[in-house]
């Protein structure tokens, strides 16, 4: 078993930016991927980043992709997403997620490709 935490969340204005982490504990040495998804009220849930932990490869949704930043810190056995010149189409509550097998790219954008969810961290945007 994979436990994840994510921290980070928070209110703030458009053009901001916010750092969000995720710590893994447990079986962590089981993880090849993870990834970050959000969900808006309404909405389902979706793809917007991953990063595969051995390499560092790096994986982002269209959406964000020059705004927001995956890193990961193998030594603590944490994920972190930069989100650089938020907007308010970014508010929604962001989970982190963490795999257990290899998987192409194409996976890695799927919710169903995660074994591991933490509880999720809000983030609100306003204009």
């Known amino acids: 078993q994979v436990q994840l935490v994510e921290s980070g969340g928070g209110l703030v204005q458009g053009g901001d930016s916010l750092r969000l982490s995720c710590a893994a504990s447990?079986?962590?040495?089981?993880?090849?991927?993870m990834g970050w998804f959000r969900q808006a009220p309404g909405k389902e849930r979706e793809f917007v980043a991953a990063?595969?932990?051995?390499?560092?490869?790096?994986y982002y949704a269209d959406s964000v992709k020059g705004r927001f930043t995956i890193s990961r810190d193998n030594a603590k056995n944490t994920v972190y997403l930069q989100m650089n010149g938020l907007k308010p189409e970014d508010t929604a509550v962001y989970y982190c997620?963490?795999?257990?097998?290899?998987?192409?790219?194409?996976?890695?954008?799927?919710?169903?490709?995660?074994?591991?969810w933490g509880q999720g961290t809000q983030v609100n945007v306003s204009s």
């Open positions: 997620a963490a795999d257990s097998a290899w998987a192409p790219v194409s996976a890695l954008t799927t919710p169903g490709h995660y074994n591991y």
């Open positions: 447990g079986r962590t040495f089981s993880t090849y991927a």
């Open positions: 990063i595969r932990w051995s390499s560092g490869g790096a």
